[in-house]
Structures are given as C-alpha cells and as structure tokens.
C-alpha cells in the first residue's frame, strides 16, 4: 500500500513538472506574439504622430504668417 502512494505521489510530481514547463512555453509564445504585435502597430502609430504633427506644424506657421501680414498693412 505504501508503495503505491509512493509512485502514485512521483507520478504526480512529474505530470506538475511538465504542465509547469508547458505553461512556460505558451506563456514565452504569448510573450512573443505581444511583442511582434506592438512592434507592427508602432510603426504605424508613429507615422500617424508625424502626420499630425507636421500638420500642426504647417498651421501654426501659415496663421502666425497671416497674422503678421494682416496686421502690416492695417498698421501703416
């Protein structure tokens, strides 16, 4: 009797062992799918920051422009 809940409890201990390094692999691959994912999508999000950016860019010089010409001829 004893001898069976001995290999009953090693048993046990080795099927732990390998749903422990299971879990490790589909949590490393999870890992790495993550990381392949925000890797695609920052590309993207930072071409679509540059362009918002520029944007701005472009219409805070073309209205600070305007101001200062719209200003000149009413001035003098």
Known sequence: MLARIRTLWQSLGEE????LAEY???TALVALLALGIFIHVSGGVQNIWGA????????GSSST????TA??????
Do not use: I
């Open 52 to 59: 918002a950016g520029g944007a701005m860019a472009t219409a």
């Open 71 to 76: 200003s000149t001829p009413g001035g003098n």
């Open 65 to 68: 422009a305007g101001n200062a």
């Open 24 to 26: 490790c692999l589909v």
């Open 16 to 19: 732990t062992a390998q749903d």
